[in-house]
């Protein structure tokens, strides 16, 4: 069946530091792939997606790049904020529309 | 837009008793999913309806979980009896289809569920 994997958390930079952190997945065809943002106390947000491959998404600074020979969809921000301290989710979504999540990755950047 | 609305925010309640969980989504949006998330995993998808049909509920434990989605609106997800490893936050989350054919989703902030 279709799966995400993600890097094992949690993961700790300093501000300004430059953030990957690493998304693959396993799917028949081509799925469309997403990252999520779950701010303390916050509802799921989307993040950035792409629909099909070498597409880039980008959002506030983020970018991720999907790759089929690699089915990867890594997460990366040349400079990260304070404010990026958040728990971050790779998904994708296929076919009947429901999103499979990988297990989430604890990002806390220190001032 | 308002967007997905659930309650209660919070629940504690004692192994083997039930709980019910409610889902208001955003105006409009055809299809409904309830997902469970586990501390420290990524959410899992529990039901999902189209109107007031279910679509796909294989990993809902049928034996204790039911969902409903009367009239294609709000949705209750209902535990009886309520097991330990069902302490969870639960995310009710809404969709519509785009013009680009992918789909909007948005997520309610979830129930957080603690069993003891």
């Known amino acids: 069946g279709n799966s995400v994997t993600q890097m094992e958390g949690p993961v700790t930079l300093s501000e300004e530091a430059f953030l990957t952190i690493n998304c693959t997945y396993t799917?028949?065809?081509?799925?469309?792939l997403f990252w999520y943002v779950q701010y303390p106390g916050e509802g799921l947000q989307l993040l950035l997606k792409?629909?099909?491959?070498?597409d880039k998404g980008s959002n506030k600074g983020f970018e991720a790049t999907y790759r089929k020979e690699t089915t990867s969809f890594h997460l990366e921000k040349g400079s990260v904020q304070v404010s990026d301290s958040a728990v971050y989710f790779c998904?994708?979504?296929?076919?009947?529309?429901?999103?499979?999540f990988g297990q989430g990755t604890r990002l806390t950047i220190n001032p | 837009e308002a967007g997905v609305a659930q309650s209660p925010r919070y629940k504690i309640i004692e192994k083997r008793q039930s709980v019910a969980f409610w889902c208001n989504p955003i105006?409009?949006?055809?299809?409904l999913y309830w997902y469970q998330q586990i501390l420290g995993q990524g959410p899992k998808l529990l039901i999902q309806?189209?109107?007031?049909?279910?679509?796909?509920d294989s990993q809902l434990p049928k034996d204790r979980f039911s969902a409903e989605r009367l009239k294609g609106v709000d949705s209750t997800l209902k535990i009886q009896p309520a097991k330990l490893e069902d302490s969870a936050v639960y995310l009710c989350?809404?969709?519509?289809?785009?013009?680009?054919?992918?789909?909007?989703?948005?997520f309610g902030s979830g129930t957080r569920l603690t069993v003891v």
């Open positions: 989350a809404s969709s519509t289809p785009r013009r680009d054919g992918g789909r909007g989703y948005t």
């Open positions: 799917a028949t065809g081509y799925p469309s």
């Open positions: 792409a629909t099909k491959a070498d």
């Open positions: 998904a994708l979504m296929k076919g009947a529309q429901k999103l499979v």
């Open positions: 105006s409009g949006h055809a299809t």
């Open positions: 309806f189209q109107n007031n049909g279910v679509v796909d």
